[in-house]
């Protein structure tokens, strides 16, 4: 199996580039910091948790592709709204000519 970006799990793409990837996010609400030196698939994180210091991915990194899906999602997000502008398009022009 090749050795791209695709193959491998989103938290070890994190743990490659920490600071551009992921960010890590204190919360010392219920004591000392806890934050793990080394970024695994439990200290890491793809949303906001509630409590407790963890990584967690930066918008960039969920939304530019290199989250698997958080790219997808974001284009499949613009493909409808496109869809929906040019629908809409569509139904004025008709309304227009009067074809409605």
Same mark, same amino acid.
């Given at each position: 199996?090749?050795?791209?970006?695709?193959?491998?799990?989103?938290?070890?793409?994190?743990?490659?580039?920490?600071?551009?990837?992921?960010?890590?996010?204190?919360?010392?609400?219920? /004591?000392? &910091?806890?934050?793990? $030196?080394?970024?695994?698939?439990?200290?890491?994180?793809?949303? +906001? =948790?509630? @409590?407790?210091?963890?990584?967690?991915?930066?918008?960039?990194?969920?939304?530019? /592709?290199? &989250?698997?899906?958080? $790219?997808?999602?974001?284009?499949?997000?613009?493909?409808?709204? +496109? =869809?929906? @502008?040019?629908?809409?398009?569509?139904?004025?022009?008709?309304?227009?000519?009067?074809?409605?």
């Amino acid at each position: 199996m090749s050795k791209t970006d695709k193959t491998r799990p989103w938290w070890v793409r994190m743990a490659d580039a920490p600071m551009a990837t992921c960010v890590p996010v204190h919360d010392h609400r219920f /004591g000392l &910091c806890t934050l793990p $030196g080394d970024i695994t698939a439990d200290s890491a994180s793809l949303s +906001r =948790r509630t @409590s407790g210091c963890h990584w967690r991915a930066t918008d960039s990194y969920l939304f530019g /592709g290199g &989250c698997s899906g958080g $790219g997808r999602e974001w284009h499949l997000f613009r493909r409808e709204e +496109r =869809r929906r @502008s040019r629908h809409r398009a569509r139904r004025d022009l008709r309304a227009y000519h009067g074809e409605d």
